[in-house]
């Protein structure tokens, strides 16, 4: 992982990852995605959400399943985005054309940290900027927060009437736990320490 202009924290805060995969057992794969992340030392999985399946949106391909984890983190918001695409490029993520089907799809939607939470840059917006546009992110976000408010944009229950005509179903209630309860070993941690 490139550490250039990658900057490090060292208090704790508190971010949103919104989890997705299209290709190969999704449930799966997000659950191996979640063994990982829990599994460095810099981070720490508080909740994780419900299970849904869903349409793709503007895109081709199988149904997606969805899910979303909230957690603290000693990282930056760029840093933290930088791990989580080496995780995906570990799972085999390839992206060909915009929106293609995905193996594994980690997306950094909300950074609870005055300094960050409105953020712009080439590499990263915060919060996530379709946000409010899906309800396979807004629900899971919901379960693991029913009053989250999205930076500058309100409360995410707000959004929900504008993307009631999406596909999605919840498949699998998952228990709210914490990270010590994972014991499975990462596949990727042969290939990776941080």
Do not use: W
């Amino acid at each position: 992982m490139n550490q250039q202009n990658l900057e490090l924290k060292y208090e704790f805060y508190t971010a949103y990852i919104g989890l997705g995969s299209n290709i190969g057992d999704g449930i799966q794969n997000l659950n191996d995605a979640m063994i990982c992340i829990a599994q460095n030392p810099n981070i720490f999985i508080l909740q994780k959400s419900n299970f849904y399946q869903s349409k793709p949106i503007n895109a081709d391909g199988s149904d997606y399943i969805n899910s979303a984890i909230k957690i603290k983190t000693t990282y930056s918001p760029l840093y933290l985005l930088s791990f989580l695409h080496f995780i995906e490029s570990q799972f085999g993520r390839e992206r060909p054309y915009k929106y293609a089907p995905r193996i594994l799809d980690l997306d950094l939607l909300i950074y609870e940290d005055e300094k960050y939470q409105i953020h712009n840059c080439e590499k990263l917006t915060l919060p996530h900027p379709h946000i409010t546009q899906r309800a396979f992110v807004l629900m899971p976000l919901i379960d693991l927060n029913s009053n989250i408010s999205i930076p500058l944009r309100g409360k995410a229950q707000e959004f929900l009437h504008a993307v009631s005509e999406q596909k999605i179903s919840k498949i699998l209630a998952y228990t709210h736990a914490h990270s010590c309860c994972i014991k499975s070993a990462c596949p990727l941690s042969a290939k990776h320490q941080v």
